[in-house]
């Protein structure tokens, strides 16, 4: 069963702290997003991939910062982490530019206090 | 303005009824559309894709979208109280709509 594993399912941390959310896929997937979901919002892009050490910038890339090192493994970094920042983020990946569906992580809950 | 917007619910029936969920998109480049379902503290996931044109059925669930008005539907047929769900409409560039939530009451 091919997964997207979101290493943590809760994170409490403290304003100004370095957050760092990690994603692993193991389906070989070229492309990979991070998203964060909100009440009325929806999901909104933060960043995606399309290659390693490649990035772009989707939507609402204010604030954070991502990595992708390793094909399998893409980060989302919040440098200093802000209480408008809590929300649910969700990792995902794909498998070619035609993008027909993406596998979701199940998600991080992160509250900043 | 958001590119797909989608009215968050939520939307009760009961069981064995007719589900119908819209969406609307606004950007006339967008050609496929995404559904994916989304269980409580869960990610979403996958459930159809559909091209701008006509129906696509996939067992209980019939996707429809409507070029002229930028019309996206998603039927679900004989209800179940496991249908109960956000459901989310997507397009291929990934811009999601805000999600409806269903409930399906036995």
């Known amino acids: 069963d091919v997964k997207v594993t979101q290493s943590s399912r809760y994170l409490v941390k403290r304003t100004g702290e370095k957050v760092f959310l990690e994603c692993v896929q193991d389906?070989?997937?070229?492309?990979m997003f991070w998203y964060r979901q909100d009440p009325g919002l929806g999901l909104r892009l933060i960043y995606f991939?399309?290659?390693?050490?490649?990035?772009e910038k989707g939507d609402i890339p204010e604030g954070y910062s991502v990595s992708r090192e390793k094909k399998e493994r893409f980060s989302l970094i919040l440098e200093s982490a802000s209480t408008n920042q809590t929300s649910m983020y969700l990792c995902a990946s794909s498998q070619d530019r035609a993008n027909y569906g993406y596998t979701f992580g199940s998600g991080t809950r992160l509250t900043v206090v | 303005q958001k590119e797909v917007e989608q009215d968050p619910g939520p939307l009760s029936v009961p069981e064995g009824a007719i589900v119908s969920l819209n969406c609307t998109y606004s950007n006339s480049a967008f050609q496929y559309f995404m559904w994916y379902r989304q269980y409580s503290r869960k990610g979403p996931e996958l459930l159809m894709y559909?091209?701008?044109?006509g129906n696509k059925e996939d067992g209980r669930f019939t996707a429809q979208v409507d070029k002229s008005s930028k019309y996206i539907s998603l039927f679900i047929r004989d209800s179940q109280p496991s249908d109960s769900a956000t459901y989310l409409c997507a397009s291929l560039q990934g811009q999601f709509g805000a999600g409806t939530q269903v409930v399906v009451t036995p």
């Open positions: 991939s399309y290659d390693v050490k490649m990035k």
């Open positions: 389906m070989d997937h070229e492309n």
């Open positions: 559909t091209y701008s044109s």
